[in-house]
C-alpha cells in the first residue's frame, strides 16, 4: 500500500504488552512501518483519534472466537464522522496466556490477577493446577494485571503473554494455559485511506432498511442473486430509534471487483444507511 509513505504515528489499544501491541508489531512489521507508535486506554479513543487527526493508524479488536464481536469497536466505527475511515487490513492473532509471576515455582502461587476474560477463559488450568482457594484479582486489561504484580507479593502471578512478560521482566511459569487451543482475536488497521486490491481481501459493510416486513430479506438476496457468500453477519442497534438496526456483513473480494462493485450498488439502492466499512488485505 504505497500510502503508508504518509503515515505518521500508529496508535493501538494499550497498555503496553497488550495482545493489541503485538497485533500492532504485526502490521508495523509487515508494512515496514517505523514510526511513533501510542498506545491508548480504550478503543474510541483510538477510533476518535484516527478519525479527526490525518496521516494517523490504528490497530483495534474487533472479534474474539469466543467471545464474539468487540460492540465498541464496532458502534464506534460505524458511528465515526468521517467516511473516509475504514478497515485496511487485517490479522487474525493466535491468543496464547501464560502464567506470568517474579518468582519462578508455580507451587508457591497463591494469588493470580487478571481480566476477568482471561480468567474465563483459563478455568480449567485454575482450577488443576494453581491452589483451590486462590485469591484472584480482576484487572482491567492482562497488561494492567502484570503492572499489578508489583503492588502484591511474590506468591502472585498474572495471565498475560509472552509479550507482556518481556516488557515486564517477568517468568514464565507455564504457556498455553487456556482452555481452548483454538481461541483468536481479530484485529484490525484501520485509517483514512483508500486501498488497492491485493488478489486477498475482504470486504465489510454497514446496512439498514425500512423497518418494514420483507425489506431486509431483500437486501440479503442481493448476495445471493450475486453468488456472493457471506462469511459474518451481525446486527446493532441504531441508536436512532428503537427495533431499529444496523447490519453488518462480511464477505472475500475487493469493492474493485466488477461483480461486488453491482452488488454494493444495487444494495444502497436498497439500503436507508449504508457505508462501505472497508475493503482491506487479508494477513496471515
Known amino acids: ?55 494517523i493508524l490504528g490497530v483495534i479488536p474487533v472479534e474474539n472466537s469466543i467471545e464474539g464481536a468487540v460492540r465498541e469497536a464496532i458502534d464506534c466505527l460505524i458511528k465515526a464522522k ?17 502464567l506470568l509471576s517474579k518468582n519462578t515455582d508455580i507451587n508457591s502461587v497463591n494469588g493470580l490477577i487478571s481480566h476477568p476474560q482471561a480468567i474465563a477463559q483459563c478455568l480449567g488450568f485454575i482450577h488443576n493446577k494453581l491452589p483451590e482457594n ?3 484479582v480482576k ?16 506468591d502472585y502471578a498474572a495471565i498475560g503473554s509472552s509479550k507482556t512478560a ?5 517468568n514464565i511459569l507455564e504457556r498455553d494455559i487456556n482452555d481452548d487451543p ?14 488497492s486490491n491485493t488478489g486477498n481481501d475482504k470486504t465489510s459493510l454497514a446496512f439498514s432498511t425500512e423497518n418494514k416486513p420483507g ?13 456472493i457468500n457471506l462469511s459474518y453477519i451481525d446486527s446493532r442497534p441504531s441508536k436512532i430509534k428503537f427495533g431499529e438496526y ?39
Do not use: W
Not at 468521517?82 to 501464560?98: F, G, T, V
Open 82 to 98: 468521517n467516511l473516509d475511515l475504514q478497515y485496511l487490513a487485517e490479522y487474525i492473532m493466535p491468543i496464547r496466556h501464560c
Open 1 to 55: 500500500m504505497e500510502f503508508l509513505n504518509s503515515v505518521k504515528e500508529v496508535v493501538f489499544l494499550g497498555p503496553g504488552g497488550s495482545y493489541s501491541e503485538m497485533a500492532k508489531d504485526f502490521f508495523c512489521k509487515n508494512y515496514d512501518l517505523n514510526v511513533v507508535e501510542t498506545p491508548f486506554k480504550t478503543i474510541t479513543q483510538v477510533i476518535e483519534y484516527v478519525d479527526k487527526n490525518d496521516n
Open 139 to 154: 484487572a482491567t486489561s492482562t497488561a494492567k494485571a502484570a503492572v499489578l504484580l508489583d503492588e502484591y507479593s511474590n
Open 246 to 284: 444496523t447490519f453488518l456483513v462480511d464477505f472475500d473480494g475487493h469493492v474493485s471487483d466488477e461483480i461486488i462493485s453491482k452488488a454494493i450498488e444495487e444494495l444502497n439502492s436498497k439500503a436507508s444507511y449504508f457505508r462501505i466499512v472497508g475493503s482491506y488485505e487479508k494477513l496471515s
Open 215 to 227: 425489506m431486509l430479506l431483500e437486501a440479503l438476496k442481493v448476495f445471493q442473486n450475486y453468488n
Open 134 to 136: 486462590i485469591d484472584i
Open 182 to 195: 483454538t481461541n483468536q482475536t481479530r484485529f484490525i488497521l484501520i485509517g483514512k485511506y483508500k486501498t
Open 166 to 170: 518481556e516488557l515486564y521482566k517477568l
